[in-house]
């Protein structure tokens, strides 16, 4: 089992430009939960979807859109990036809402 | 609203010492908590969780916790630190609803010296 998998690992852009980040688990599992991590407030829920086809926002969503796109797959798209979302961003998963998470590697972004 | 405080941001300490990562929630319901651990550039991993019943939980690689309801606390201890052991922790709280979010205090950076 690969885990929660994320691409890239890497990736800069400028401002006003757009992408999406992929993510991937193979654990069979329901829930998924997009992350960013800066230095000294540790990680931020952006969004998150209890199950296929339901998403939600989390605490800090604006500039991010989300798709669950089945149930082993939820991307997070920035539609025009800024420096203030230069970040690392997580992915994670896990069985049902109350059970632990699992998280991927991460994707290291800067908008300059 | 829910958070999560981790009193440190860093903990310098040596080889084979003992070191104790503390975290306070504010929440006057039951709670669900966990310690993550990572790893330089790597995500995160679960060390350990309550859920409920005995106050003294058990992790990986030697950890353990202890969950003080009146305190609000889930400090982190291990009685003997390795080189492998630094890493950045983070304390982590599931409010009280179905939803499964988390919320994380801000991490303690582990630096184990030898």
């Known amino acids: 089992n690969a885990g929660v998998t994320q691409t890239p690992k890497f990736q800069v852009l400028k401002t006003g430009q757009s992408m999406t980040l992929q993510c991937a688990q193979d654990m069979n599992h329901n829930s998924m939960y997009w992350y960013r991590q800066d230095p000294g407030m540790g990680l931020r829920l952006i969004y998150y979807s209890a199950s296929e086809g339901t998403t939600d926002k989390g605490e800090v969503p604006n500039g991010y859109n989300v798709s669950r796109l089945n149930k082993r797959e939820f991307s997070l798209r920035l539609e025009s990036a800024a420096p203030s979302q230069t970040s690392v961003y997580f992915c994670?998963?896990?069985?049902?809402?109350?059970?632990?998470?699992?998280f991927g590697p991460g994707t290291r972004l800067t908008v300059l | 609203a829910q958070s999560v405080t981790q009193l440190d941001s860093q903990v310098p300490v040596f080889e084979e010492a003992p070191v104790e990562l503390r975290c306070n929630y504010s929440s006057s319901v039951s709670v669900y908590l966990f310690w993550y651990v990572q790893y330089p550039n790597q995500g995160l991993q679960l060390l350990l969780k309550?859920?409920?019943?005995?106050?003294l939980v058990k992790g990986i690689n030697g950890f353990e916790a202890e969950f003080n309801k009146s305190q609000t606390s889930f400090h982190l201890r291990k009685p003997s630190v390795h080189i492998s052991d630094t890493a950045e922790y983070f304390c982590a709280v599931r409010p009280p609803s179905n939803t499964g979010k988390l919320i994380f205090g801000q991490g303690t950076t582990l630096q184990v010296k030898p």
């Open positions: 994670a998963s896990s069985y049902a809402n109350l059970n632990e998470q699992f």
């Open positions: 309550y859920l409920s019943g005995s106050t």
